[in-house]
């Protein structure tokens, strides 16, 4: 059976009871805030993290929350109230899961690799993001070394367009290049970083920006290797204005994508196993 098919893995082992000296409903009413929390907390790590670990993950965790709560409880606080400050005091799950997530994966490297180091993350935006770069320097000069000759001018005057386009950006060719490198140049960026996001074990944000700037000045430095000709240089300004906000917002939206899907499993999931308890 596939960990996917599995029902609620990581709560194998788990006291029916985590209060016995409280009442029934009260104990069982915190009991379902604690799983609730730690579903929330668990389901990202689906597909990253091993069931085992998952598993201790979870028991330490909830170790750690009812021993709060019994802390509270003694300081005086109603019983809900101390669950919800034994919760807060732990964490909010998105950023809990992502710190173990990271660990993780960091921990899983080689020693020695650059994923040890810098994390597996910013080598994978460093990827995905620096291929895109890549294959985007290569249209510009494939661009550059064999123009058409031909300017598309849609039925208007060299004079007209350049009221449009001005100098020294390049005006529109006849060729399947040059509108291939445009429709490359603005589809690029959301491409890369939306598969960066779904494969990403944590927000891909701050990688991403990190990356995308440091190419940014790479391909300022390629560009001005080109001039005279201006193209290089207009290629990092699209780089700058256009590639970083886009690609940073695309890993976001899909590392969001992949990170809800994981948790609709696991709720479904949780869901499934009570209707099983029930029946």
Same mark, same amino acid.
């Given at each position: ?27 069982? @009413? ?29 028991? @330490? ?34 950023? +809990? ?126 560009? +001005? ?55």
């Amino acid at each position: 059976m596939s960990e996917r098919e599995l029902p609620d893995d990581s709560r194998s082992g788990v006291p029916s009871v985590l209060f016995p000296a409280l009442p029934v409903e009260t104990s069982v @009413e915190i009991q379902d805030l604690f799983d609730d929390y730690l579903d929330h907390v668990l389901a990202p790590m689906i597909g990253v993290v091993p069931i085992e670990v998952r598993r201790r993950i979870r028991a @330490e965790a909830l170790d750690n929350l009812e021993g709060r709560t019994q802390g509270y409880i003694r300081d005086g606080m109603a019983p809900r109230a101390a669950a919800d400050a034994a919760i807060r005091k732990f964490g909010e799950s998105t950023e +809990l899961s992502s710190e173990f997530i990271g660990n993780y994966t960091r921990q899983a490297q080689p020693e020695g690799s650059l994923g040890k180091v810098l994390g597996p993350d910013i080598i994978q935006s460093a990827l995905y993001l620096g291929q895109a770069t890549l294959w985007g320097l290569i249209f510009l000069h494939v661009r550059i070394n064999l123009p058409s000759g031909q300017i598309e001018t849609f039925g208007m005057s060299l004079r007209q367009i350049r009221q449009f386009i001005p100098e020294p950006f390049p005006l529109p060719e006849k060729s399947a290049v040059f509108w291939g490198h445009a429709g490359f140049m603005l589809l690029a960026p959301i491409v890369a970083g939306g598969v960066l996001g779904l494969k990403s074990t944590r927000s891909p944000i701050r990688d991403t920006l990190a990356i995308m700037v440091t190419l940014t000045a790479v391909s300022l430095l390629a560009g +001005l290797m080109l001039l005279p000709n201006y193209d290089g240089v207009i290629f990092s300004g699209v780089h700058a204005v256009l590639w970083i906000p886009a690609a940073t917002i695309s890993a976001h939206l899909g590392f969001l994508y992949a990170q809800r899907k994981r948790l609709s499993f696991k709720l479904k999931s949780r869901e499934a196993t009570s209707v099983s308890h029930q029946v």
